[in-house]
């Protein structure tokens, strides 16, 4: 059973920083792709950056290259998204992801487990 748990969310004013950290446990943590995801109140699930196994490549949500850092630590089971230069529209409830396979994908269906999220809420 796979269980990934989100932390590091919480309330930032306008042009701060949060790092969000993703707590995997249950399988080998450092062969499989893991992402980050955000969903703001009446949107859809979208993408925001995933990270190889290795680490060695990632990919980004092209609105917020730049701003977002995604990263991991395998030692840890840990994956980490570090975000400045917040922006109110970058108020969401985040969450991470993993799926199986070699390959980067940007669509929440080609994950198969999720986190629970984190609220991140920017304020003007």
């Known amino acids: 059973q796979v269980q990934l748990v989100e932390s590091g969310g919480g309330l930032v004013q306008a042009g701060g920083s949060l790092r969000l950290s993703c707590a995997a446990s249950?399988?080998?943590?450092?062969?499989?792709?893991m992402a980050w995801f955000r969903q703001a109140p009446g949107k859809e699930r979208e993408f925001v950056a995933a990270i190889s196994w290795s680490g060695g490549n990632s990919d980004y949500a092209d609105s917020l290259t730049g701003r977002f850092a995604i990263s991991r630590d395998n030692a840890k089971n840990t994956m980490y998204l570090q975000m400045n230069s917040l922006s109110v529209e970058d108020t969401a409830v985040y969450y991470c992801a993993q799926k199986g396979g070699p390959s980067i994908a940007t669509i929440p269906s080609r994950y198969v487990y999720w986190g629970q999220g984190t609220q991140v809420t920017v304020s003007s």
């Open positions: 249950g399988r080998s943590f450092s062969t499989y792709v």
